[in-house]
């Protein structure tokens, strides 16, 4: 054969060698891609999981520490949590913040008045209107201070048409369907700074103090679930000044016989006279400042075992307290004084000893305050080799009532110990719109991803 011959024959051997390497470049390509997505889908799944156990683990432990919500929660962070307060598991780091719901203004309690007081929705009152027109059950518009909200016909004229739900929020998310509602009004700017506060179980009562000069997201004020216990601060069911007999009110209560009877007496008259909130005992002769220091934790107008929407005096930050109904300037002062200065107030009598507010301003806040909770938000980040970002969750727990075994002194077995919280929603988070405008989202300090 000659050399020309030969060359002509190399010609399709090279060319079948060229789409063979063609083909091996590409598909060990591919191997490469399906392998990181692999590895990626291990890892995001690996992520989840670090997260229900972070999730399920607060909510027992919340339950434990707490007595099933009738006292505050005294968390500290796990053994093997770092500077940062990111704790190893497995191959990947998490974080937790525990949100105290009692915080937070109740979306779906708090007043149009309440509402509009938020620095959101301050410049807006139809905002407020909205929120109100978007929960309560009927399709007349709210209207206030010459503001009016929007009802189903505002939203079946947009292109895209739906009703007003004229129900219950069931998440924050919901104010996005609402007129008027940003992503940046309900999460922040875009943007929001990472910088780390400090620790995953950071003291909020410290943090509640701190002011800023940006305006607050209203994810960081508002909350469509909250309530305490009806006990006391050491657990014992309060005694309604209602219904309970003058003999009840001296033995569970400690007051004289004198006072109980004028109780007894008053709660059965109408008008400005009559008792009907814990507020009024306040009005009724010989229920002084120095009884309610005594007695202000163990009432109650109610024998339901939760009192929903109530703020707790000690976390809620100075726009939650201001926006409550008839907080002034001297007020809220007062009370931000009060805590700057170190109080801690255990149970609703410490109000009392607030020195600086008379009867008529104590009255103002001893319906809508408590000093605990049974609702709390649980955030969790989880870092994890082969995830870009960290996969984010949160999840609202509500603690069960414990039982009477659980909350003796003498309790200690496993089968006594308070049932864990029940997680009622679970979500994951994306960063924008989502927890960007959380803190804290620095990498562990050693040895981390």
């Given amino acids: ?253 400690g007051i004289s016989r004198t006072l109980a009877d004028r109780l007894v007496q008053r709660r059965s008259q109408t008008g400005a006279d009559g008792v009907r909130s814990v507020s009024d005992l306040l009005n009724v002769p010989g229920f002084t400042r120095t009884v309610m220091q005594s007695i202000g934790d163990k009432v109650t107008v109610t024998d339901d075992p939760f009192r929903p929407g109530v703020v707790n005096i000690n976390l809620a930050p100075t726009d939650v307290l201001a926006a409550l109904p008839g907080v002034d300037q001297t007020i809220l002062s007062a009370l931000i004084t009060a805590r700057q200065g170190g109080t801690l107030f255990a149970g609703l009598n410490d109000l009392f000893q607030l020195a600086s507010l008379n009867r008529q301003q104590l009255q103002v806040l001893i319906d809508n305050l408590c000093t605990k909770s049974s609702v709390y938000l649980v955030r969790v980040r989880v870092r994890m080799p082969g995830l870009a970002m960290p996969y984010v969750v949160e999840a609202l727990v509500d603690l069960p009532e414990a039982t009477a075994a659980a909350t003796a002194e003498t309790a200690t077995d496993a089968q006594s110990a308070p049932p864990p919280g029940r997680v009622l929603q679970w979500r994951e988070v994306a960063r924008s719109p989502g927890w960007s405008s959380w803190r804290s989202t620095s990498p562990p300090s050693t040895g981390g991803p």
């Avoid at 201070?145 to 129900?167: F, H, I, M, V, W």
Wanted: proline share 5%.
């Fill in 1 to 253: 054969m000659s050399a020309r011959r030969r060359g002509q024959a190399l010609v399709p051997v090279l060319f079948i060698m060229v789409i063979l390497v063609s083909v091996a470049v590409a598909l060990t390509v591919r191997v490469r891609g399906d392998n990181r997505s692999s590895s990626a889908a291990v890892a995001e799944a690996q992520a989840h999981w670090i997260a229900r156990g972070a999730v399920t683990s607060m909510a027992a432990q919340l339950a434990h520490l707490t007595n099933g919500g009738a006292v505050a929660p005294e968390l500290a962070p796990p053994p093997d949590t770092d500077a940062n307060g990111w704790t190893r598991a497995g191959d990947g780091w998490y974080r937790v913040e525990v949100v105290d719901t009692a915080s937070r203004l109740n979306l779906n309690l708090a007043s149009t008045a309440s509402l509009a007081a938020l620095p959101v929705l301050r410049d807006d009152p139809s905002l407020a209107c909205a929120i109100v027109d978007w929960r309560d059950a009927n399709e007349t518009p709210e209207a206030t201070n010459g503001s009016q909200g929007a009802e189903s016909d505002t939203y079946q004229a947009l292109p895209r048409p739906y009703s007003a739900k004229n129900a219950p929020f069931d998440t924050l998310g919901e104010l996005l369907l609402l007129r008027g509602f940003t992503t940046a009004m309900l999460y922040g700017p875009a943007g929001a700074s990472d910088a780390d506060d400090g620790g995953a179980l950071a003291d909020t009562r410290q943090q509640a103090l701190e002011t800023t000069e940006a305006t607050p997201a209203l994810c960081e004020l508002l909350t469509t679930y909250s309530r305490e216990r009806n006990v006391d601060a050491t657990g014992t069911q309060r005694t309604n000044i209602l219904t309970a007999t003058a003999d009840a009110l001296v033995t569970r209560l």
